[in-house]
């Protein structure tokens, strides 16, 4: 079922996207050589109590997952991409980082991710880092009264082969509101004109993710982190969105960051 959200309560999930923004925005400037992932989890842990918020991952069995997830937020290095556990990890000089956060206040959900570089960048990590943050914000333009979900795929797809970057559809966006996965799965890939009508009140997570050779997965042994099958390096860039009569609205936009 499909739930669309009356002003109101796109408002009170803004609330939500507001602090997640806050969280990746304080993710990106602690990540540094040197930092183990779990200082970053357990910082995100203090930000989240101090807030009175819930994590939305704490807890969480989905069947693709072996559950239950005990963190507080997805930390994936280099070829992983997606649900990366925290663990003893000390970030490295070049590596890259994607971090992803879905947190419930008051009983509305936001959801984010952004992929930064520790250290010193690389050129074509920098570049699969802009393809993603590009095709976020094609898919976030299309996201308007009228169009469709297939406008949507589209847009991010359109993005991938621009830079020739493969697109994988098992993983992609979804709704959002009362819980972190509702009704509605967005796929990274698809043809315009197709799917579901956009209509006001609809609120997606939209999350365009690419490797940077494959658009095959394999999974960790912990079950949960899920990295490029080929090895190759990835990104990942998503924000929680709204569609209104006015066009898109952005409820989890960085202050400090175009995207």
């Not at 999930?13 to 925005?25: I, K, Q, S, W, Y």
């Not at 357990?42 to 072996?66: L, N, T």
């Not at 190759?232 to 709204?242: G, K, L, P, Q």
């Amino acid at each position: 079922m499909i739930e669309l959200k009356s002003p109101a309560e796109i408002e009170r999930m803004h609330v939500a996207g507001r602090f997640v923004a806050e969280v990746l925005t304080e993710v990106g400037r602690l990540a540094d050589v040197g930092v183990n992932l779990m200082d970053l989890e357990h910082h995100v842990r203090g930000m989240i109590e101090k807030r009175g918020a819930q994590s939305c991952y704490w807890d969480y069995s989905p069947s693709f997952g072996k559950g239950p997830f005990r963190n507080v937020i997805c930390l994936s290095v280099n070829d992983a991409v997606l649900h990366g556990l925290p663990h003893d990890y000390v970030l490295r000089d070049g590596d890259v980082l994607s971090a992803d956060i879905a947190v419930s206040i008051d009983g509305w959900a936001a959801d984010s991710a952004r992929t930064i570089i520790v250290g010193t960048p690389a050129e074509e990590d920098l570049r699969i880092i802009r393809a993603t943050e590009e095709a976020l914000e094609a898919a976030i333009e299309v996201s308007r009264p009228g169009n469709r979900i297939g406008d949507i795929s589209a847009a991010i797809g359109a993005v991938a082969g621009d830079y020739g970057y493969p697109v994988n559809t098992e993983f992609g966006g979804h709704g959002i509101g009362r819980t972190m996965h509702e009704d509605l799965h967005v796929a990274n890939k698809g043809k315009a004109g197709r799917g579901m009508k956009l209509k006001p009140g609809l609120t997606l997570a939209l999350e365009p993710w690419f490797a940077r050779t494959t658009d095959r997965i394999i999974y960790d042994p912990d079950g949960w982190t899920i990295r490029s099958a080929d090895g190759s390096r990835t990104a990942h860039s998503e924000h929680t969105i709204a569609v209104t009569e006015d066009g898109p609205l952005v409820l989890t936009r960085r202050e400090s960051a175009a995207a």
